[in-house]
């Protein structure tokens, strides 16, 4: 892990608040949005803490046995860093004082805090999962962000801590699992900052165009657009939205991270758990012309996007380790019309499969981890309710990769490709109790030759920790496609319950 310098932390906040809207009242100390009562405080990092007070005075901040001092700048911004805490369910109390101005936030603890973000997967809520029903809740706690949007990064938004779970099924159900994970008396706070029907891109700061050529295009055009910028203002200044205007905000790029995510930066958390991609299955590649809506990054630009998007977020938080869980989009009969099939049950159809195999490519990064639902979904409904699988599989990553928990989380992942004669002889890790859910031989599996000219299913055999492939009229298999397809029936799983990730051994254009 590469640790940033304090100092660097506090110059690149201050830094990237100067584009930002004015304080409304500078003299007056206050804290920033996200530190209200009952908050969750991350253990084990630093945690910086800051808020606005009179230019050039002096804020002394105390919790616990710490106490920070620090000195509001030429606009009356400021930021302490509080040492690495100890996680704790005891309530305590923060204080923050200038002056005679004296501010206290009641019932703090210190546990584990995540951000959950992406679209209407994420935002479905816990009432729709039979199986959340009467779950107990204690130690978790909460922010939910009120839904808004900004022509700025801004440095305010809506919300506030409360006792208890999230409302999203997936945040409750990983915070929940999380909890059982901790085994000791940890809370678990999680941020929900989700919208249905948002793009990757409406969660990306400005200045990323700087990293994605097409980015700058889209922005430049919604910019150039005089009618888009009067509705958006207009729908500001009227409060309460209609549900057209609900959509048209949300679709657009850039101005919801600017009033739902710039504000939570740098709140000290242990990463984010981010489930969104659908809005970016439009097409598999280019920008179309057509509804402002299409204007996003397609299937085979979204590994790009998603890769400098993670990178941008860690630089916001001053943070190399800065920990990005992505949910695999889920089965689903979606196909699109470019593709040389256009059965969803076939490989070459171009499918969710790819923006599956596009959001895995997050495993680039160090400290990230793809949660896999290839088991799940509803090919015909785009909000599945199997929603508490995610949730435990999530905590399961977050516990063995962030917590040290020596348990299996992860399903078995594609190592190598063996070619015997008229076999291919498929090599996994995570493998351990290979076996299926239902007894019979391994699905889902396609084999094709060399020139990629002719897709078979193939049967398939487990063999130990391998799985053996063959078809009648394949004599020399070269490649191999597992669950690559929109909504595959996929049984093979490990010891441990969990499903094996899909992958392509070729690299044929889709």
Not at 26 to 45: K, Y
Not at 315 to 333: I, N, S, Y
């Amino acid at each position: 892990m590469q640790l940033i310098p304090t100092s660097f932390v506090v110059r690149a906040f201050a830094l990237s608040l100067l584009c930002v809207l004015p304080l409304a009242s500078a003299a007056e100390l206050s804290l920033a949005s996200p530190f209200t009562d009952h908050m969750v405080l991350q253990r084990d990092l630093p945690v910086p803490i800051w808020g606005s007070a009179e230019p050039k005075a002096t804020v002394e901040l105390t919790f616990g046995e710490q106490s920070k001092r620090a000195v509001a700048d030429a606009d009356g911004r400021w930021q302490a860093l509080l040492a690495p805490l100890a996680g704790s369910a005891e309530s305590a109390v923060l204080q923050v004082r200038s002056g005679d101005v004296h501010l206290e936030r009641q019932d703090v603890v210190v546990g584990e805090v995540w951000i959950c973000s992406g679209q209407s997967n994420m935002q479905m809520g816990r009432s729709a999962v039979a199986a959340f029903k009467g779950a107990s809740e204690d130690g978790l706690r909460s922010f939910e962000v009120k839904h808004s949007v900004a022509f700025e990064e801004q440095e305010r938004l809506s919300g506030e801590w409360k006792k208890g779970g999230p409302a999203s099924a997936v945040a409750f159900g990983f915070a929940l699992n999380l909890r059982k994970q901790l085994g000791e008396d940890i809370p678990v706070g999680i941020i929900h900052s989700s919208w249905g029907s948002t793009s990757i891109e409406a969660w990306m700061p400005r200045d990323m165009t700087n990293a994605l050529p097409y980015y700058a295009t889209v922005l430049a055009e919604q910019d150039a657009s005089k009618d888009t910028r009067k509705r958006i203002q207009a729908a500001l200044d009227a409060g309460k939205w209609s549900g057209s205007d609900d959509v048209f905000l949300r679709r657009q790029s850039c101005i919801v991270y600017n009033a739902m995510m710039a504000p939570l930066v740098p709140y000290a958390c242990r990463g984010l758990v981010w489930y969104q991609g659908e809005r970016n299955t439009r097409y598999m590649s280019g920008m179309p012309d057509g509804p402002f809506f299409h204007r996003v990054a397609g299937i085979q630009e979204y590994d790009e996007a998603l890769l400098a998007w993670a990178k941008r977020y860690r630089q916001a938080w001053g943070r190399d380790d800065f920990r990005f869980m992505v949910v695999m989009l889920p089965g689903f009969g979606s196909v699109l019309s470019s593709g040389p099939s256009k059965d969803r049950d076939h490989p070459t159809a171009h499918t969710w499969a790819w923006m599956r195999e596009s959001q895995m490519a997050i495993l680039d990064l160090p400290h990230t981890a793809v949660a896999n639902t290839i088991d799940l979904g509803d090919v015909k409904n785009i909000h599945p309710k199997d929603k508490a699988p995610i949730g435990e599989r999530l905590a399961r990553l977050a516990a063995s990769d962030t917590l040290g928990r020596d348990i299996v989380s992860r399903g078995p992942t594609f190592q190598k490709l063996e070619r015997n004669g008229n076999q291919l002889i498929v090599h996994f890790n995570h493998v351990d109790g290979l076996k299926t859910t239902d007894g019979n031989a391994p699905a889902e599996f396609w084999i094709c030759d060399e020139a990629g000219s002719r897709w078979s299913r193939a049967t398939a055999t487990i063999d130990g920790a391998r799985v053996v492939l063959q078809a009648k009229n394949q004599p020399a298999p070269h490649h191999v496609r597992y669950a690559f397809t929109g909504k595959p029936a996929v049984n093979l799983i490990n010891g441990a319950g969990l499903p094996a990730y899909p992958f392509r051994s070729d690299d044929f254009r889709p």
